[in-house]
């Protein structure tokens, strides 16, 4: 049974930085592309960044300059690392994988909480 299991999310204000972390089980991990994605309220969830199997990384826009995605194969985890956090990057965030072939994300965490104050 595939988990991904989210954690880091919190309160901050604008301009502090924040990681959050999602560890995976029960799938090979380092044959799936990881992914990040946000929901803000009364939004739609929206694309944040992935990081390949094999090792490329695509950010929104949004995103750009500010957040860095990374992976641990050997610890099965994924990481957004957020600087330079501003009032609208407040959002749930979710960690997704999906298969090395695949076009969708087929696994989704339950996601973490992330609120920047201003």
């Known amino acids: 049974q595939v988990q991904l299991v989210e954690s880091g999310g919190g309160l901050v204000q604008a301009g502090d930085s924040l990681r959050v972390s999602c560890s995976a089980s029960g799938l090979t991990f380092s044959r799936y592309t990881m992914g990040w994605f946000r929901q803000a309220p009364g939004k739609e969830r929206v694309f944040v960044a992935h990081?390949?199997?094999?090792?490329?990384?695509y950010y929104a826009d949004p995103v750009k300059g500010r957040f860095t995605i990374s992976r641990d194969n050997a610890l099965n985890t994924v990481y957004l690392q957020m600087n330079s956090l501003k009032p609208e990057d407040t959002a749930v965030y979710y960690c997704?994988?999906?298969?090395?072939?695949?076009?969708?994300?087929?696994?989704w965490g339950q996601g973490t909480q992330v609120t920047v104050s201003s």
């Open positions: 997704a994988a999906r298969g090395h072939a695949a076009t969708q994300y087929v696994y």
């Open positions: 990081f390949t199997w094999n090792g490329y990384t």
